[in-house]
């Protein structure tokens, strides 16, 4: 339909919206008269009776009466229970950091783990949200219905992106039991249609056994202008990158902050404490002066890296002796996956190894700026006297990532979209890596290295996806200090490792629920054994995404299957056989020589999968993953209004224009000298915005923060009065890289004031936050016309509403594949 036709629509429902107030009044009280009230007496209710366990006396006259206190008090912890503090980095392999011999510096862990012990062989579930459940409950990912992250849910109990009543979490027991809860930084554990303003809660932190949080809820977050939740609600960041901000230092003075209130008001309260970075997920962001520190370390490239890092953990006492290299590209052509191919470094010419080595030198600065800030909380807990009894736990979880393609990116939302990073265009870039200006993330060379010296990186059931560092440190309850511990171990041995350091036990029935048993086991037992000791847990499955492996007794099968390959014939998959006890590294298959072993080790990861509901296995392509059916609570429609005066709408449940031909058309009072965002999504590295400026309408389509932008502008300036302003998209047809293009007109009322070509981007803005607004620009700003947040004044906005094609050109892939990689 016309433009014209939804500007007299909107007219007239500005009339209707105006008298909205007594329609809901008058509904509320129809309704209330209407509902019956119907008395079930089959329903099973028992009548209310004091607590079995009150001894006090109930008299008429409370005179009469006597008190029992006892039921109403709330459990205290156990006398002497330690705090716990749990820093969990994302996509750090094991070769990344000082205490293991890597490069980049950590004066923070490097002190933790000279006063405590580091961990050689503790293992995760190879991506972010499945680890993250089982830290949380201590059982398998399958069993937390985390089969992969939460965006990529399916229908079955073990992929359901939501952790189930049978697993509660150590979070939940721990604040039953008179600790005090928070948790700082990413969650990614709240499925995607729940991260909006107006969902459900039931997934969220403080349903799942936070007293407070504060951080993000999806996988990623530009660190210079995150995507922020207080508590229950989404909140603004408190100040901008000119004035200091960074995320990990806002983590960090939120994190103290909460520690000195608890302290204040309960300080006989233990507590619990989670704070997850967004370090080292990309976008890699950190100060110039932190990256500045790193100059030059890497110009050796990624190959000299692991044979110099390897010796390095070999001298430490982190690898045994005669620990080999693995190949960096060891799947054979036809089963690989091509986005996970590695560059031999002397293939690369000079430019791209300079742009390459100082993507590094960023990832290593935003390592180690964020241990700064984790150092800050350290040292508040050494000067009120905590540090010796808080159980500090810091690790990873999951191998580097190798997500930034062959050739890294500049900004990581090109790939994503489909549409090639040029070498020229990077090379514009090579002095503003990590800064503001770009979402940069560097290549899979990079991810293989700080994975040394296993075979690939994150997503993958070899090492390099599983492996990650773990540092421990309680001074009060460890007698060993600079240990290294060679026992096995999984993240699900994380929460009866607190509930033993504690003195508590997962309970068997919670809030009336049974639950299942923990899958993990207490790591105590290594605190003061011997480094070389035996390890209590006799097994391990992993699976991620059609990959893979099991561990059992010191030996190790994996399958030769990489993710979103598409293969299928799981049945027809090579398995491989390691004895890791001896090879750490996982690089001398012996399947042939030792056939029994490896048959044996393959039914015990068929047993491990019936009984952790890991079936169906799922290597499908992003694009046949995504489109699978979600239910919603929210029907699919072509019309979407939205207000001011509310938050910003994350982009997983705005209005999607993304391949369709779209319109937006906003009811605006205009009084003089009126300006700023009308409406706005995305940011700098795409998004759009409709905006006021120097008196006149404004629209820029931001394609993927390529300059110059896509501007259109009336030529004469608004006068005082009501309007409604708008734009309208006719998509044509696709570009080059599957990119819409089309027609884009520019409204004052009825009159079309600009006019041109314009293209579309394929996929989604971003998953870092900066979602719909109206009236301002959260976050980044969309165009370098203006400055966040621009927000709107000299008039009114009362509505806008943005309408779209029923049908979209979609290709959906690309955008499963941004998530995945979270």
């Not at 190959?303 to 982190?318: A, D, F, N, T």
């Not at 964020?370 to 736990?393: C, F, H, K, P, S």
């Not at 099968?557 to 390959?565: K, Q, R, S, Y």
């Not at 998953?767 to 709107?792: N, Q």
Request: aromatic letters at 12%.
């Amino acid at each position: 339909m016309s433009f014209l036709f939804y500007l007299n629509d909107i007219v007239k429902r500005c009339f209707i919206f105006s008298n909205v107030t007594h329609v809901a009044a008058t509904l509320v009280a129809i309704t209330l008269v209407s509902l019956p009230v119907v008395a079930d007496e089959s329903a099973g209710f028992v009548d209310p009776a004091p607590p079995p366990d009150f001894q006090g006396k109930i008299a008429v006259d409370i005179r009469d009466s006597e008190p029992d206190w006892g039921p109403y008090i709330p459990k205290a912890a156990p006398e002497g229970a330690p705090n716990v503090l749990f820093i969990l980095y994302d996509d750090t392999g094991l070769a990344a950091w000082s205490p293991y011999g890597g490069r980049i510096q950590m004066p923070t862990l490097n002190r933790l783990a000279e006063n405590g012990l580091t961990y050689s062989q503790w293992h995760n579930t190879a991506l972010c949200s499945p680890t993250r459940s089982t830290i949380l409950t201590g059982r398998n990912h399958h069993l937390n219905g985390m089969s992969a992250i939460t965006e990529g849910a399916q229908g079955y109990p073990g992929w359901s992106g939501r952790i189930p009543d049978e697993c509660a979490t150590v979070a939940q027991v721990l604040q039953a039991n008179g600790f005090s809860t928070f948790w700082l930084g990413k969650n990614h554990n709240v499925a995607e249609q729940d991260v909006a303003p107006g969902a459900g809660r039931l997934e969220w932190p403080l349903q799942k056994g936070f007293d407070r949080f504060y951080g993000f809820l999806g996988g990623e977050t530009n660190q210079w202008f995150p995507d922020l939740v207080e508590d229950n609600h989404f909140i603004e960041q408190p100040y901008g990158p000119e004035e200091g901000y960074h995320l990990s230092k806002d983590l960090a003075d939120q994190a103290i902050r909460m520690l000195r209130n608890q302290r204040a008001s309960n300080p006989s309260r233990p507590w619990f404490m989670w704070l997850c970075p967004g370090a080292n997920h990309a976008p890699h962001h950190a100060p110039d002066d932190y990256i500045a520190k790193y100059k030059g370390k890497f110009d050796d490239g990624y190959e000299s890296y692991r044979e110099w890092v390897l010796e390095r953990m070999i001298s430490k006492g982190i690898m045994p002796e005669g620990t080999e290299l693995t190949p960096l590209n060891p799947f054979p052509e036809e089963l690989a996956n091509k986005a996970d191919y590695v560059r031999p470094w002397n293939e690369l010419n000079a430019d791209e190894r300079k742009l390459f080595s100082r993507m590094a030198e960023v990832f290593a600065a935003f390592s180690e700026y964020t241990d700064a800030q984790v150092g800050r909380v350290i040292d508040y807990l050494e000067e009120t006297g905590q540090l010796d009894n808080t159980l500090i736990i810091y690790a990873a979880d999951n191998g580097t990532s190798g997500e930034g393609s062959p050739s890294g990116s500049v900004n990581e939302n090109k790939f994503f979209n489909d549409y090639p990073d040029s070498l020229e265009e990077n090379m514009k870039y090579l002095d503003s890596l990590g800064s503001q200006e770009t979402y940069n993330h560097m290549p899979t060379g990079w991810a293989a290295a700080f994975s040394t010296p296993f075979k690939m990186f994150k997503r993958y059931s070899h090492s390099g996806g599983t492996c990650s560092p773990l540092v421990i440190h309680w001074p009060k309850g460890i007698k060993a200090r600079g240990e290294i511990r060679h026992q096995y171990a999984h993240s699900v041995d994380i929460t009866p490792t607190i509930m033993e350091a504690v003195g508590l036990e997962m309970p068997s029935v919670y809030r009336g629920v049974q639950q299942w048993p923990l899958s993990g086991k207490s790591m105590v037992y290594s605190f003061d054994a011997d480094p070389y000791g035996p390890t209590v847990r006799e097994r391990q499955y992993f699976a991620m995404l059609g990959t893979r492996g099991i561990w059992e007794k010191g030996w190790k099968a994996v399958a030769l299957h990489a993710p979103l390959t598409d293969r299928g014939h799981f049945d027809d998959d090579e398995w491989e056989l390691y004895h890791v006890e001896k090879d750490r590294s996982e690089n001398n298959n012996l399947a042939e020589k030792y056939p029994d072993k490896l048959e044996a080790l393959v039914a015990a990861w068929n047993t491990e999968a019936e009984r952790n509901l890991v079936y169906p296995l799922d290597d499908r392509t992003a694009a046949k993953i995504l489109t699978v059916e979600r239910p919603s609570a929210e029907p699919v429609r072509t019309r979407y209004t939205y207000f001011p005066g509310t938050s910003a709408i994350p982009e997983g449940v705005a209005v999607s224009i993304r391949n369709r031909s779209y319109k937006i058309l906003a009811n605006v009072k205009i009084e003089e000298g009126a300006a700023g965002v009308i409406f706005a999504h995305g940011s700098r590295f795409g998004g759009h915005s409709l905006f006021i400026k120097d008196g006149k309408l404004h629209y820029v389509y931001n394609f993927l923060g390529i300059k110059p932008e896509q501007h259109f502008a009336s030529q004469e300036a608004l006068e005082s009065g009501n309007y409604i302003l708008g734009m309208e998209f006719i998509r044509t047809g696709a570009g080059e890289h599957r990119e819409s293009i089309g027609n884009a007109k520019l409204y004052v009322n009825d009159k079309v004031v600009d006019a041109g070509e314009m293209r579309t981007q394929l996929g989604k803005f971003t998953l870092s936050g900066d979602g719909l607004c109206i009236g301002y620009d959260s976050g980044d700003a969309v165009s370098e016309l203006y400055e966040t947040p621009g927000r709107f004044t000299g008039g009114e906005i009362q509505s806008v509403e943005v309408v779209v094609d029923e049908a979209a050109y979609t290709d959906l892939e690309l955008e499963m594949m941004r998530s995945l990689r979270d």
